[in-house]
C-alpha cells in the first residue's frame, strides 16, 4: 500500500507533501521506566508489525524528490475505537485473562490529539524530513484495568457500591506468553515479505 501511495504521488503534476503514519513500534520499545524512547534513539522495531512499519518508512525515505514527514503515533483511542471495546468486555465476566504484567506501561493518546498533530505537521515547513514519535499519557496496565473496571461501575444501573462485582484477573504464566509470540511471529513471517520495491 505505501508502494502504490507512492507511486501516486509521484504521478501528480506537483508532488504533494506526504505525511505517512507510522507506529512507534518502528523505532522500538524504551529502555525501561525511566528512559522512554526519543526520536534521537537507533531504530529498533519491535516485531513483525513494527519491522512492516519501518520498512515501509524507508520507502519514503527513499523516495528522491518526495516532501515527506513521517509520525509514530502510540496506542490510540476514541470512538469507535475496537481494541479498548474488547477490554471493556472483557472486564464484564466475573474472570479475565492478563498477559502483561500489570507494572508495565504502554503510551496512550487521543485520536482526537493525533488528528490535531497530522495535521498541524502538514500544514508546517519545518516538519518536512523528519520523523516524530507521538507522546501521550503513560499508563500502567493495572492503572489501565482498574479506570475500565470505574467506567463500567458507573455505566451500570441501579448498582449499588457496596454490591459492586470485580472482575478478578487470571494472569497468564510468560512461559506461555513467550511461545504463543513465537508461534504466531513464525507464522506471520511465512506470510510477510519485507522486501523493498524500488519506485523512486
Known amino acids: 500500500y505505501t508502494a502504490r501511495l507512492l507511486a501516486g504521488a509521484r504521478a501528480q503534476r506537483q508532488m504533494p507533501h506526504v505525511v505517512f503514519v507510522s507506529s512507534l513500534a518502528a523505532g522500538g520499545g524504551a529502555a525501561g521506566p525511566t528512559r522512554p524512547r526519543t526520536e534521537a534513539d537507533a531504530d529498533a522495531p519491535v516485531g513483525v508489525y ?11 525515505r527513499q523516495c528522491e524528490g518526495m516532501r515527506w514527514t513521517i509520525v509514530r503515533p502510540p496506542a490510540v483511542y476514541g470512538p469507535r475505537d475496537r481494541d479498548f471495546l474488547a477490554l ?18 504502554l503510551t496512550l493518546a487521543h485520536v482526537d490529539d493525533v488528528v490535531s498533530a497530522l495535521l498541524t505537521v502538514a500544514r508546517h515547513p519545518a516538519a518536512v524530513g523528519r520523523v516524530y514519535g507521538l507522546g501521550g499519557d503513560d499508563c ?11 467506567a463500567l461501575w ?4 441501579g ?31 511465512s506470510y510477510t ?3 523493498l520495491p524500488t519506485i523512486c
Open 88 to 105: 471493556f468486555r472483557q472486564l464484564r465476566w466475573p474472570l479475565h485473562l492478563r498477559v502483561t504484567p500489570g507494572w508495565h506501561a
Open 140 to 150: 500502567r496496565w493495572d492503572a489501565l484495568y482498574e479506570a475500565v473496571q470505574q
Open 50 to 60: 513494527g519491522r512492516s512499519k519501518h520498512a515501509a518508512e524507508q520507502l519514503v
Open 159 to 189: 448498582t449499588p457500591a457496596g454490591v459492586r462485582r470485580r472482575s478478578r484477573p487470571v494472569q497468564v504464566p510468560d512461559v506461555l506468553v513467550t511461545g504463543a509470540a513465537h508461534v504466531g511471529g513464525l507464522w506471520a513471517v
Open 193 to 195: 515479505h519485507l522486501t
Open 154 to 157: 458507573a455505566t451500570a444501573p
